[in-house]
């Protein structure tokens, strides 16, 4: 099954909640980066994940294993599976990799098991392994509100080009949260991307792409400041940071532009892909 990677073309940060997570107002979008995810019976009831990447855990860290265990503790399922990834979406990137290789997890085992779940009750179940889960169940392109979990579906943004370029650091999401102002910060017209994109107006869906997370990761790793000027020197529509980061991605719409910022790119940073927008949902 593939597990296609987001991007986040507007991200606000509310207030903190009561239950120590923040309250997010975002809207999501998949685009054609994806992990692969096989999954096969075992006659023993384990679960074992299978990756050769070496940055991707083989037991209880790993948000598929956890997906599988959720649904056989729920489900009371005496069966084990053996779930291979396949690595193409780079790790701890702001690309919801880990969450999407749970959620395309779900959806597989609910195939492979029988157990007739619908998108909505996969959805419930991934929200206890990840705020990000929910939306990657669906797939496609919405608006996720609460802490990532209250998923409202929109249609899908006009077709373009993605050029996404990953410095070789982490970050930490949860530094970032700490760290971020809310009182100081430029908050995104989360609502006129809605419109932006319901309008499948371009221009408009480029001027509104907005992260409040930004200047947080920005002031931290100055290196990702520096990909976000560069992808717009070399001519990107518009350059954003995804998520926590540090993964920056810029739309492009023309092949002979697409061309000139992802060389561009490639001189000055190893990890740069090229990839179309999908925006539309997976199916049931």
């Not at 990840?130 to 669906?138: A, I, K, L, N, Q």
Request: net charge negative; proline share 4%; charged share 25%.
């Amino acid at each position: 099954m593939k597990a296609p990677a987001k991007i986040n073309l507007s991200l606000d940060v509310l207030h903190k909640r009561s239950d120590g997570y923040h309250e997010v107002n975002m809207v999501m979008t998949t685009i054609d980066l994806a992990d692969r995810v096989e999954l096969t019976d075992l006659y023993s009831d384990t679960i074992q994940i299978i990756s050769h990447n070496r940055f991707v855990p083989d037991d209880e860290r790993n948000l598929a294993y956890q997906a599988a265990k959720l649904l056989k503790e729920k489900l009371g399922v005496r069966r084990g599976v053996a779930i291979s990834i396949t690595k193409h979406i780079p790790v701890a990137a702001g690309l919801a990799g880990g969450s999407s290789d749970a959620a395309a997890t779900l959806r597989g085992l609910n195939k492979l098991w029988g157990l007739g779940l619908s998108l909505d009750e996969l959805a419930e179940i991934g929200a206890e392994i990840g705020s990000d889960v929910p939306f990657c169940v669906y797939g496609g392109t919405a608006v996720a509100r609460g802490r990532g979990e209250k998923i409202e579906h929109i249609p899908a943004p006009p077709p373009c080009w993605v050029i996404l370029a990953k410095p070789t650091i982490g970050v930490s999401t949860a530094d970032v949260y700490r760290n971020l102002q809310l009182q100081s910060v430029h908050h995104p017209d989360v609502d006129g991307m809605v419109e932006a994109i319901k309008e499948k107006n371009y221009e408009k869906i480029c001027a509104l792409a907005g992260n409040v997370l930004e200047s947080v990761t920005l002031n931290m790793h100055p290196e990702v400041a520096q990909i976000k000027e560069q992808m717009k020197r070399f001519g990107a529509d518009v350059s954003l940071m995804s998520g926590s980061g540090p993964t920056v991605f810029g739309l492009v719409q023309h092949d002979s532009r697409l061309q000139r910022v992802y060389n561009g790119l490639r001189g000055f940073c190893e990890h740069v892909y090229a990839v179309r927008l999908i925006g539309e949902r997976h199916e049931q």
